[in-house]
Nanobody
Framework: QVQLVESGGGLVQAGGSLRLSCVAS????????MGWFRQAPGKEREFVVA????????YYADSDKGRFTISRDNAKNTVYLQMNSLKPEDTAVYYC???????????????WGQGTQVTVSS
């Protein structure tokens, strides 16, 4: 059974940083794209960032460029999201995803984690 377990969420003040982690288990993810989506209260789920299986290619949402950095460690089946200069509008539940292709749409990812809450206070 495929499992994605996120960690690292929490409460932080505006301008602060958080590092999210997602560990994948149950199959080999070394040839899969991994990434993050988020959903704020009352809003639709939106793409944040994704990384190719090799780690060479990345896609970032325009709102996150320059502030967020994605990386992965295939030996550990883990993807990381370093979030700096956080803003109150970054408040959301962040979901880890795994898919066969590097895309920015939610239907391109077959596996989703349970989510981790990120709250940024002003």
């Amino acid at each position: 059974q495929v499992q994605l377990v996120e960690s690292g969420g929490g409460l932080v003040q505006a301008g602060g940083s958080l590092r999210l982690s997602c560990v994948a288990s149950g199959r080999t993810f070394r040839t899969s794209a991994m990434g993050w989506f988020r959903q704020a209260p009352g809003k639709e789920r939106e793409f944040v960032v994704a990384i190719s299986w090799s780690g060479v290619a990345t896609y970032y949402a325009d709102s996150d460029k320059g502030r967020f950095t994605i990386s992965r460690d295939n030996a550990k089946n883990t993807v990381y999201l370093q979030m700096n200069s956080l803003k109150p509008e970054d408040t959301a539940v962040y979901y880890c995803v795994v898919g066969s292709k590097l895309v920015t749409t939610s239907d391109g990812y077959s596996y989703w984690g349970q989510g981790t809450q990120v709250t940024v206070s002003s």
